[in-house]
């Protein structure tokens, strides 16, 4: 069974930094785009920060230059590291992969993590 486990969430003052990791199982993950969503309550989803399977990376405007995305195939790991953070950042994040490689598109989402960003 596929699992995607997102880690690294948390409470930090503003100006902190957090690291979030996203640890694939059961898939190829060297195959799938991974991406970062978040989400706060009442908005819709929106994505962060994504990177190819080539280490083509793309950004919210609002985070450029603040975060990076970046991942470890071989670890099967994921990562997005968050400087410089706002009260604005707080939301849900989420893990999402996905791959058009196959048959037909696989997409899969983990199951979140907090941050919470607050003096």
């Known amino acids: 069974q596929v699992q995607l486990v997102e880690s690294g969430g948390g409470l930090v003052q503003p100006g902190g930094s957090l690291r979030l990791s996203c640890a694939a199982s059961?898939?190829?993950?060297?195959?799938?785009?991974m991406g970062w969503y978040r989400q706060v309550p009442g908005k819709q989803r929106e994505l962060v920060a994504e990177?190819?399977?080539?280490?083509?990376?793309t950004y919210l405007r609002s985070v450029k230059g603040r975060f990076t995305i970046s991942r470890d195939n071989a670890k099967k790991t994921g990562y997005l590291q968050m400087n410089n953070l706002k009260p604005e950042d707080t939301a849900d994040y989420y893990c999402?992969?996905?791959?058009?490689?196959?048959?037909?598109?696989?997409?899969?989402w983990g199951q979140g993590t907090q941050v919470t960003v607050s003096s």
């Open positions: 990177i190819t399977q080539g280490g083509r990376t």
């Open positions: 999402h992969v996905m791959s058009d490689v196959y048959i037909t598109t696989r997409s899969y």
């Open positions: 059961e898939i190829l993950f060297s195959a799938y785009t």
